[in-house]
């Protein structure tokens, strides 16, 4: 495997010198510099360490890589525990079980002693529970290790969920949604996330009256449910051994034996002939995102799909929703789009911040441009362009050890083999025109698409209703 | 207070890659002592009087590219503020020999476009006396040479040649001090980097300027107007500094940024992005040597340009509380500041041990007394040297009250934990916590190619020696309790301070 993967990425760094000569050069300016497409590139060999993997007896699975240039250890861990798994009518809970566990004691000591006694080593812990999983982290030194690793397994295993603390994380999170309303970005991709979603659990949010809603017991029996070792998985690298890994892994977590609820959560599907959603609030600028649901992590449309992103609107300014929207018309400071393959689903969205004059505009030049790749092959160049940037970066996904590790611990947990590392330059290397198409004909069509514009209408160069049926919310 | 250019990136590898490596950041290793470090940094300087540190770290075949320039907005003439920043996204739109299909073309366009958008400008700038009909047509004169100007153009060529050559972290920022561009490759790339770079330092071409201009005034609205604790902040600076330049917002105020001209930017590049004014990194998988060399070949040949003076005005002494009120449609933010010294007086120091007694993790005083104690808070942070650190700046404060407390109780109950530090020494327990956290943070700061050449170039240019990083932690070891009450004594004033505060308002 190691050597596979040494291979492909050696293959990649090489091949990267010789791609076609861009015809768009020369004129009078004849440069004392050499054609920067025509420079020539040494080869780069590298095999990343791989981690080892143990699983204990009670299940819970350990990755370790051992890395001696420093006297620290780093450790992180992921949790089958998100919000898709919250009861109805409690939206935030798994926010607030993390940030509870975090600060409400562990073990024997309160929770200003666990603060005390991490801030005195410089230990930081966080615990963060997301929409599918959690992840949750120590960084410490090496002498410190032992005392440290203690409390941070007690925090997994034994949190005290001391009620003031629990009042205290439900308080600042209420605050934090009174102020979401001040922030127009994050409100609305907080509204956009809603009807994305509408009808799946991930469309449900936190709003005051769910966190005011959730107690002690809720958070008590949310930890109880997910955290348990068959669902944890750890990490741990730097300056410790494998064995001395999993010994300490083994004393504070190998007597657990509890068992809980993997949970399940239906993955979201794409809308319907969906209405376009309108959110209105005054300001000096608009918000329009254009978004659906896209293939998985484990699908084949992975590949393709993702090449197919870059050229959109994430590969840098040269792809087209920057280019267009804010290069050649100045529409826009932030354009351009996203895609995140999960597991059994994917995201994307097209987005767009622009004046409130000109909101009609950027969404017909949104609509245009993801209309036009599911009409038309992509340019053979623009796939090359993406392809090659995609696999040259490659190698920025190994420049730590405890990022190696992690790697492949999440990996597992999405349920992908680690040859998935290994086999990811050569599939997005073979990706053509066609399977980049195709995946637009399938994942981006215009009856499936959520379309979601925050501003002032009134102030709008053209009204939303020339684009749709308008839904208005709040 | 640092502009950065929003640039849409692909997540890697889906969710993890980003969580990676934003968990590398957080953690991370060093058996690294301050002389060890300084014994693996290698520092030259260039006839031209360009500087350059080197530091081989092979831990990943990657390497970070750090290049500063000692220019910001500080340094903008009244009425060209935002020059600073508009130029750093200027110079991402190419060269004489990237992005053009045909220079000499493209540049007999470009001067009519200049005179056409000066003259648009003056017009423009005749406000309300502009003649509606004259406006329209120098409008669409320059519309139409600039349709004839994009045939000559390929559009974000330095973009697309980093991007494909598996850039990461490309990007730039502008600050009042310093403004820099950076980016990570692999690391038998170095040469594309040296190639664009020398040649963005020497032969940049400012085209594209009107439309990007007008992103700049997007990027004003999204990430000033559009959020009200921003707006607060340029009032609270505007408000606290009087003369200094440090009393105006980097991105610049929307009149100025709106007649800005090719020739404004062009003044300040030749000035300030010279060779003698730049501080370079490059840390990761290299052979210093070579690499050096190779930095000499494109970079040694810029020629020098003779040390600009720099007249700044000095903020003279504040007499008397300021205060400003901020009436918006949001909920309630509070911002307090005193005036100090900057580094590398002593007093920084201090200043730099009250911020983290202050507001540095759960244990600190404004968290354990304000936000858990008294939960008057969702937040309240200390940050020493704002918004800048070449001149005099401030040691700053803010927070935002929770509902239903209100900005004036946070504010009373901000000013208790400043007394405290007049009248109370500091238990040696809590001072031995902040250098044990700042060791540790040091440490890990370390072990990444972009933090390490981030911090080396930035020290290096801004306190004129990298090595204001190496003894940091000598030096704060030397803050002695006496120190704290004296400084916060002398300082931390009624007289010295500015308060501004955002209160709710809705408008009818």
């Known amino acids: ?474 | 207070m640092i502009r950065s250019r929003k640039r849409p990136t692909r997540a890697a590898l889906g969710p993890f890659a980003a969580l990676a490596a934003a968990a590398l950041i957080a953690l991370s290793p060093a058996r690294l002592g301050a002389y060890s470090l300084e014994d693996r940094v290698q520092r030259v300087t260039l006839e031209n009087g360009l500087k350059v540190l080197l530091v081989e770290r092979h831990t990943s075949p990657t390497v970070a590219l750090y290049i500063r320039h000692l220019v910001g907005a500080a340094d903008e003439a009244e009425g060209r503020s935002g020059a600073a920043h508009l130029l750093e996204h200027m110079l991402f739109k190419g060269t004489t020999t990237i992005g053009t299909k045909n220079f000499g073309e493209e540049q007999r366009v470009l001067k009519r476009i200049r005179e056409a958008g000066a003259a648009l400008d003056r017009e423009r700038m005749k406000g309300a006396g502009a003649d509606e009909s004259e406006l329209k047509r120098l409008a669409q004169a320059l519309k139409e040479l600039q349709s004839e100007a994009r045939e000559w153009v390929v559009e974000n060529e330095i973009d697309r040649l980093y991007t494909e050559n598996g850039a990461v972290g490309l990007n730039a920022s502008t600050g009042q001090d310093v403004t820099t561009y950076k980016v990570s490759l692999p690391s038998n790339r170095i040469e594309l980097w040296a190639r664009i770079e020398a040649d963005r330092m020497t032969n940049p071409v400012l085209r594209e300027f009107y439309t990007e201009r007008d992103v700049v005034m997007e990027e004003r609205r999204q990430t000033y107007e559009s959020v009200p604790a921003r707006k607060l902040m340029e009032l609270f600076l505007a408000t606290a500094f009087t003369a200094s330049p440090y009393r105006r917002p980097v991105i610049g105020w929307p009149s100025d940024i709106a007649f800005l001209s090719p020739d404004d930017l062009e003044t300040f590049f030749r000035q300030y992005h010279a060779p003698g004014n730049t501080v370079i990194a490059v840390v990761g998988d290299i052979d210093a040597a070579g690499t050096l060399e190779l930095v000499k070949r494109y970079f040694g040949p810029i020629p020098a340009h003779p040390p600009v003076p720099r007249r700044v005005t000095e903020e003279p002494p504040q007499n008397g509380q300021k205060r400003v009120t901020l009436a918006a449609d949001a909920n309630p933010h509070l911002i307090i500041g005193w005036h100090k010294p900057t580094l590398p007086s002593f007093e920084d120091y201090v200043f730099d041990v009250i911020e983290a007694l202050l507001s540095k993790g759960r244990t600190s005083r404004f968290h354990r007394a304000i936000v858990q104690g008294k939960q008057l808070a969702e937040e309240v942070s200390a940050v020493n040297g704002m918004p800048g650190a070449r001149y005099a700046n401030l040691f700053m404060v803010s927070g935002t009250p929770r509902h239903p407390h209100g900005p004036d109780e946070l504010e009373e109950a901000v000013y208790e934990e400043i007394e405290r530090l007049k009248t109370e020494p500091v238990q040696k327990r809590e001072l031995e916590k902040i250098i044990n956290q700042l060791r540790a943070e040091f440490i890990r700061e370390l072990n990444s190619n972009a933090g390490l050449a981030s911090r080396l170039s930035y020290y290096e240019i801004i306190a004129g020696d990298y090595r204001y990083m190496t003894r940091y932690i000598e030096m704060i070891e030397k803050v002695t309790p006496k120190d704290i009450l004296e400084t916060a004594k002398k300082y931390l004033t009624e007289e010295n301070r500015t308060v501004a505060v955002l209160r709710k308002q809705v408008k009818p």
């Not at chain 1, 004392?32 to 025509?38: A, F, K, S």
């Not at chain 1, 898709?84 to 073990?107: H, I, N, Q, S, Y």
């Not at chain 1, 998985?296 to 929207?325: A, M, N, W």
Request: proline share 7%; with cysteine.
């Open chain 1, 1 to 474: 495997m190691k050597k596979a993967l040494a291979l492909s990425l050696a293959l990649v760094l090489l091949s990267a010198g010789l791609c076609p000569a861009d015809d768009a050069k020369g004129g009078p300016a004849a440069p004392p510099w050499p054609d920067p497409d025509r420079l020539t590139y040494g080869e780069i060999r590298f095999s990343p360490p791989k981690p080892e993997r143990v699983v204990l007896e009670n299940g819970l699975t350990l990755y370790t890589l051992e890395d001696r240039e420093l006297p620290l250890v780093q450790v992180s861990f992921i949790v089958g525990a998100g919000s898709v798994f919250e009861p109805e009518g409690k939206a935030g809970l798994a926010e607030l079980t993390g940030d509870a566990m975090r600060t409400g004691g562990a073990g024997k000591l309160g929770g200003d002693q666990v603060d005390e006694q991490l801030e005195y080593l410089a230990a930081p812990v966080s615990v963060n529970l997301g929409m599918e999983y959690g992840t949750g982290s120590l960084s410490v030194l090496k002498k410190d290790l032992e005392k440290a690793f203690g409390i941070f397994a007690d925090i997994l295993r034994r949190p005290a969920f001391e009620e003031a603390k629990v009042e205290q994380a439900r308080n600042l999170k209420i605050e934090e949604l009174r102020r979401v309303f001040d922030q127009p970005q994050r409100l609305a991709f907080r509204e956009y996330r809603r009807v994305l979603y509408a009808g799946n659990p991930r469309g449900r949010l936190p709003e005051i009256a769910t966190i005011a809603s959730i107690g002690r017991e809720d958070v008590a029996a949310f930890h109880r449910a997910h955290f348990f070792p068959r669902n944890l998985r750890i990490a741990i690298t730097g300056d410790l051994s494998k064995e001395e890994a999993l010994a300490l892994v083994e004393r504070h977590f190998g007597d657990w034996d509890d068992e809980g609820d993997f949970g399940t959560a239906p993955h979201p599907k794409p809308r319907e002939q969906a209405p376009l959603y309108y959110y209105p609030r005054k300001g000096p600028q608009s918000t329009v995102i254009i978004g659906t649901i896209g293939p998985g992590k484990e699908s084949p449309d992975f590949y393709p799909f993702t090449v197919l992103d870059h050229i959109l609107g994430s590969g840098g300014f040269r792809s087209r929703i920057f280019q267009e929207v804010r290069s050649s018309r100045g529409l826009a400071y932030s354009a351009g789009s996203f895609y995140e393959g999960r597991q059994g689903y994917g995201t994307f969205g097209a987005y767009a911040m622009t004046k409130t004059e000109s909101t009609g505009q950027v969404l017909s030049v949104l609509q245009a441009i993801l209309k036009d790749a599911r009409e038309s092959r992509m340019p053979a160049q623009d796939i090359h362009l993406a392809k090659r940037a995609i696999v040259n970066s490659y190698i920025f996904s190994f420049t730590s050890s405890h990022m190696i590790a992690f790697q492949h611990m999440a990996l597992e947990f999405q349920g992908l083999p680690v040859k998935f590392l290994t086999e990811y330059p050569a599939k997005i290397d073979a990706v053509n025109r066609e399977d980049v198409l195709k995946v637009a004909e399938k994942y981006l069509d215009p009856d499936r698409w959520t379309v979601f514009v925050l501003g002032d209408e009134g102030r709008f160069d053209e009204p939303l209703k020339s684009f749709g049926t308008v839904k208005r919310i709040p």
